[in-house]
């Protein structure tokens, strides 16, 4: 992977960060809501439940032929 695909992929990312706000804003901000009532704890599950299914998807994009 080059310098090229790291940024492609950070474009990609922004995108898909920045579609919920523009369709739903209201929902969007619900979402956050929720967010701010969870512990720390909850809010680390969800981010490691995120890390292992980006480290999945890329392990079967790159690594399963």
């Known amino acids: 992977m ?3 695909s790291l940024w492609l992929a950070l474009a990609f ?3 898909l960060e920045g579609l919920l706000p523009f369709l739903s804003p209201t ?3 619900r979402m ?6 969870m512990n720390d704890g ?3 599950f969800f981010g490691l439940c995120s890390i292992v ?6 392990a079967l994009l ?3 032929p």
């Open 27 to 29: 929902g969007w901000r």
């Open 62 to 64: 790159y690594l399963v």
């Open 42 to 44: 909850q809010i680390r």
């Open 53 to 58: 299914l980006g480290l999945a998807a890329i």
């Open 2 to 4: 080059d310098g090229n």
């Open 13 to 15: 990312m922004l995108v």
């Open 32 to 37: 956050f809501e929720q967010i701010l009532r």
